[in-house]
């Protein structure tokens, strides 16, 4: 059975760090792109970032470009967030998500989330 597993999520203090893991099953993950999405309470879906299936290239949204990190071990079947200097802002809950044709809002497999929160 085809499914993502999205972890990691906790509180965190204002600057502080955390690492989200994306772990597939029941798929060829290195023919995947991977992505990450939040939601904010209140607020809609927006892309985080996103990693091709070789894991040459990336791209982030410009509110944690310098801050969050995305990368991949194919052999784990498994992504990785790095998300540093963390802002209460970026609390939300996390989604990974994985498609064949690269990252867009309506790709075909989705982890459950994952909650953020940020907060003295």
């Known amino acids: 059975q085809l499914r993502l ?10 600057g502080g ?9 029941g ?20 892309g985080v ?15 944690v470009k310098g801050r969050f990190t995305l990368s991949r071990d194919n ?12 802002k209460p802002e970026d609390t939300a809950v996390y989604y990974c998500a994985a498609d064949t044709s690269g990252c867009h809002s309506g790709m075909s497999y989705w982890g459950k989330g994952t909650l953020v929160t940020v907060s003295s």
């Open 5 to 14: 597993v999205d972890s990691g999520g906790g509180l965190v203090q204002p």
């Open 17 to 25: 760090s955390l690492r989200l893991s994306c772990a597939a099953n």
């Open 27 to 46: 798929f060829t993950f290195n023919y995947y792109a991977i992505g990450w999405f939040r939601q904010a309470p209140g607020k809609e879906r927006e």
């Open 49 to 63: 970032s996103c990693i091709s299936d070789s894991g040459l290239s990336t791209n982030y949204a410009d509110s």
């Open 75 to 86: 052999a784990k079947k498994t992504a990785y967030l790095q998300m540093n200097s963390l």
